[in-house]
């Protein structure tokens, strides 16, 4: 399993309040299959490759979602990064037995995100293919907080549309206020993007709260989107076309959001 660069998104799980029924929608719509982890907590495999996990939720109040991390190699220093430039440290570096050490935040939006510094488990065997992630972008309403904030904390070098001359995947026109966030080292643009930044509107409920949008990448987005419909999900948008393909944003059956890409025909 490679390592992750510093910074890259490298794993993402859901929270669910019950597992087996996440199990069943998230197999019959990727294709995963899964194996049993430490407690309440099942890895999903497509084609035998780990590309994220289920939980079964500990606590009612936690919120029924997708989290995003991100890979760091001394997640003390990041943690302390992230309290330095306003962000808030919601659990402390943790050990994960062999696996590694984790840790969650919130940035000064407050959306929330994870921290895993390796050991034996890297992150994904497999991304950016049929039935596994390929992309993750914040929506905020403090945009110059939070860019400031990612770009101090984790290194981001960030290109907007003016600069790159397109947005990311979650980008449906022109003129979206939308930030796309290459490593440290990097040229900033969309060869480079590991993730972005979009801007909560005033066309979405105020008590909305800043979040991150994680994507699957699946060989057919209308297709996919229907398979959701009838294992009981909802299709929040419904497919549509941006430059990096077609993408859909949409709710399992137990209320977590998520997005699909369907690359484009190369």
Aim: negative net charge; contains cysteine.
């Amino acid at each position: 399993m490679a390592a992750f660069a510093q910074s890259a998104p490298c794993w993402v799980d859901v929270q669910l309040p019950d597992l087996e029924a996440g199990k069943r929608f998230y197999g019959e719509l990727f294709g995963w299959t899964f194996r049993a982890g430490d407690g309440p907590y099942a890895d999903a495999l497509s084609d035998g490759a780990l590309v994220a996990a289920l939980a079964a939720k500990q606590d009612g109040r936690m919120p029924t979602a997708w989290g995003v991390y991100f890979a760091t190699d001394d997640i003390a220093a990041t943690v302390a990064r992230v309290r330095e430039h306003g962000g808030q440290v919601i659990t402390d570096p943790v050990r994960a037995g062999r696996s590694g050490v984790l840790a969650q935040a919130a940035d000064p939006g407050g959306a929330v995100f994870g921290l895993w510094q390796a050991g034996e488990r890297k992150g994904f065997q497999k991304q950016n293919e049929s039935g596994s992630f390929c992309w993750t972008e914040v929506y905020t309403r403090q945009k110059d907080r939070v860019d400031a904030f990612y770009e101090e904390v984790f290194g981001f070098r960030s290109a907007g549309i003016d600069d790159a001359g397109t947005g990311g995947p979650g980008t449906a026109e022109s003129g979206v206020d939308f930030r796309m966030w290459s490593p440290a080292g990097t040229e900033p643009g969309p060869d480079t993007a590991v993730g972005g930044r979009s801007v909560i509107t005033d066309a979405f409920p105020a008590e909305m709260p800043s979040y991150f949008l994680s994507y699957f990448a699946v060989a057919d987005c209308d297709a996919s989107a229907e398979t959701v419909r009838r294992l009981g999900g909802r299709v929040s948008e419904p497919p549509f076309d941006i430059p990096y393909g077609r993408m859909a944003v949409l709710q399992d059956d137990q209320g977590a959001v998520f997005a699909l890409l369907q690359p484009p025909v190369s």
